[in-house]
């Protein structure tokens, strides 16, 4: 397997991502990158503890032996986990057995340089903690059931919000995505009625009730969870507000289920109350729902600083979702400055007389498809799709949507850099692969270029790019961010400072002209204070932000033609250019060779600019590539990168090579 530089591992490994450049360095110094072959056995049950490993490319099973020598898989484990850190921390032999289900990069920080990173870099230490906290079992006691677990804590400043409608659906969907274990802990105060169990087809009631005087807290736990029929179980408490010890009591239980459960759904009292913030703060990530209007988003921020100011709650934890139960004159943008963030999703209102279920009875409505992407999300199953760049070449990129149209194959987040940024954002907004293709017959002749190009005299580009902004205007008016029907992210270069930006608010149409602004041949596009061009530049296969992002299963379309195409193009067109100097100097007028030279302009002086930053995006692309599960390559050999007149060719180059590679993009979303 080709190796990746160690630098892009551990600047874009989650664990590392928000560390200092010094601290990445202590990490890369005591740090090693090992690759295992499928099969191989990274560390056995029993054996002495190795060293810290970190996850890169390919997936690793975890599992145990009983007695008789039968496995039992914990856990399949993909990009971005980590695993022997029990070992090292409590100096006992490894609980259980690691190994590559197919081909793995892994970074490794052995034992021996494992205390010494710890104590240079004391919040990585506070970060494992709290998986230490889930992980961290005594055998005597407890037999390993699970590898980890994750608590979601859904709640609301009022209690109006729909967040047990979605905590219902919230643990439905997980289970279907991800077939693991699913328990929901519905939590209200002792004058409440609980509502799951009926909303769960679930006869008669056992609720635990955490009370003091209570006989219920000396009862076994287990004995009050309800099993339902659609895969997920419930444990239904009451507590007393006032009485500190119910928190206590329920931490206690909590502990136990998180042996049991690989998630875990708290579906909290809408109660501003220290007990709360308490159980709140035991979270993995705490789901804030928030009406739309303005008074309820001015709560919701209010809360959000209290969990960030009174109890240090990792703002990344903190998701906000916006349920739009009922209409509002806010817009989404404007509703994100009130948050003072961003919004992390949006519930659409649910159609009077729909199912509770809406994932199992109503999965097409737009509300479950929401959810959808969120336990997908949390479920680390998201699928992320990445469109190259490539001019024309960009049109394969059609043909591969029409085969995940067809297919169905979903997609839980797109991202484009330049024809590939268009692209995705046609698709993100509703666009179907035909409407997209349709599109394309604006373009009939090769001439039909020019029409969308206003050469200006050269200062910081040769092309000023009005022409195509119109168009795209035309295409997409006002459409923004928000109105996407699955997020997008599109990728530009920043001038000044010289790196990558991830663009996701916004009009789209300013977006995609900063992303497709090829440097030399475009002036860069000026974004608020930023001059921004050709996200190609720097990502022309921009998988590094989706890695960065958690994305676990990520396709890749790289249209980028070889380096050896690449070449032989180039020379063909110098070899064109001397030649034709030469013919019109012999036989044409003084006035013919002008006019030569202008068309010379407008077309080689492109091809030799856009020839030589292909080559240096081809090199880039190949690297980005090793990021991807799953890259598709459509072969593009006898087509021209100004040939948008050929779109239906390109799109069936496309939709060729994604059929070719369909078998392995089932099997990625399917593991």
């Not at 029993?46 to 898989?73: A, N």
């Not at 997920?232 to 007393?240: A, E, G, M, P, Q």
């Not at 795209?472 to 029907?485: A, Q, S």
């Not at 440097?519 to 204070?529: D, I, Q, R, S």
């Amino acid at each position: 397997m080709e190796t990746i530089e160690k630098d892009l591992i551990i600047r874009e490994f989650p664990l590392f991502a928000d560390l200092s450049p010094k601290e990445r360095k202590i990490i890369k110094e005591h740090s090693g990158v090992l690759s295992f072959k499928k099969g191989d056995i990274i560390y056995e049950e029993g054996s002495s503890p190795s060293g810290f490993y970190c996850l890169v490319l390919g997936r690793v099973v975890i599992y145990t032996k009983d007695t008789q020598g039968v496995q039992k898989i914990l856990e399949y484990l993909h990009r971005g986990k980590y695993f022997g850190i029990i070992s090292l921390l409590t100096s006992e032999p490894h609980s259980v057995t690691a190994q590559a289900t197919n081909d793995c990069v892994v970074l490794v920080i052995n034992k021996e340089d494992f205390d010494l990173v710890i104590n240079k870099i004391p919040r990585l230490a506070i970060d494992l903690s709290r998986t230490l906290s889930r992980r961290l079992k005594r055998k005597d006691i407890h037999q390993k059931a699970i590898f980890e677990s994750t608590v979601v804590s859904v709640f609301s400043s009022y209690s109006q919000a729909g967040k047990t409608i979605y905590a219902l659906n919230l643990a439905l969907s997980l289970k279907k995505e991800t077939r693991k274990s699913i328990i929901i802990l519905d939590i209200l105060s002792t004058d409440q009625t609980h509502s799951l169990p009926a909303r769960l087809d679930l006869a008669g009631e056992k609720i635990f009730d955490l009370s003091k005087d209570m006989a219920d807290a000396q009862k076994a736990p287990k004995d009050f969870i309800l099993k339902s029929k659609f895969g997920i179980d419930l444990f239904c408490f009451h507590y007393s507000p006032e009485d500190a010890l119910c928190v206590r009591r329920l931490l206690g239980i909590l502990s136990e289920l998180v042996n049991e459960y690989h998630y875990i759904i708290l579906d909290l009292p809408s109660l501003l109350d220290k007990n709360i913030f308490s159980i709140l703060n035991q979270s993995d990530f705490i789901h804030l729902l928030s009406g739309p209007d303005e008074q309820e988003l001015q709560k919701t921020h209010l809360l959000t600083q209290g969990l960030k100011n009174e109890f240090n709650f990792q703002e990344d934890k903190i998701k906000i979702i916006i349920n739009e139960y009922k209409l509002s004159k806010i817009t989404p943008v404007e509703q994100s400055q009130i948050l003072g963030r961003n919004i992390f999703a949006t519930l659409p209102n649910i159609e009077p007389g729909a199912s509770d279920r809406l994932i199992l009875e109503n999965p097409d409505s737009e509300y479950a498809k929401a959810v959808r992407r969120i336990s997908r999300y949390i479920g680390e199953s998201m699928v992320g799709l990445v469109l190259g760049v490539g001019v024309a070449y960009g049109f394969c990129h059609v043909g591969v949507l029409k085969v995940f149209e067809e297919e169905k194959i979903p997609v839980d987040i797109i991202v484009g850099s330049s024809i590939g940024a268009l692209i995705a954002s046609l698709w993100a907004i509703g666009w179907s692969s035909s409407e997209i293709l349709e599109i394309t017959k604006n373009f009939k002749e090769p001439k039909h270029i020019w029409g969308l190009v206003d050469l200006t005299i050269p200062h910081l580009g040769f092309i000023k790019g009005n022409k195509l902004y119109k168009f795209l205007k035309e295409l997409l008016g006002d459409k923004t961010f928000y109105d996407t029907r699955l997020p997008l992210k599109i990728i530009a270069s920043d001038v000044k400072h010289k790196e990558s930006r991830v663009l996701d608010q916004g009009l789209l149409v300013d977006a995609i002209m900063a992303s497709c602004a090829m440097p030399g041949v475009f002036a860069p596009f000026k974004l608020k204070e930023e001059l921004l061009f050709d996200g190609g530049v720097i990502n022309p296969l921009p998988t590094e932000p989706l890695f960065k992002m958690g994305v676990k299963k990520i396709i890749a379309v790289n249209v980028t033609p070889s380096r050896q195409d690449i070449l032989n193009q180039y020379e063909k067109i110098k070899g064109g250019l001397k030649t034709n100097i030469a013919d019109v100097i012999k036989k044409r007028s003084w006035f013919d060779l002008g006019r030569y030279f202008k068309d010379i302009f407008k077309t080689n002086i492109l091809d030799f600019i856009f020839s030589s930053v292909e080559i240096l995006q081809s090199e880039v692309a190949q690297k980005e590539a090793l990021l991807a599960d799953v890259v598709l390559h459509p072969d593009t050999s006898g087509l021209y990168w100004l040939d948008l007149h050929k779109a239906a060719e390109f799109a069936k180059r496309g939709e060729e090579e994604a059929r070719r590679n369909l078998d392995k993009i089932k099997q990625l979303i399917n593991e």
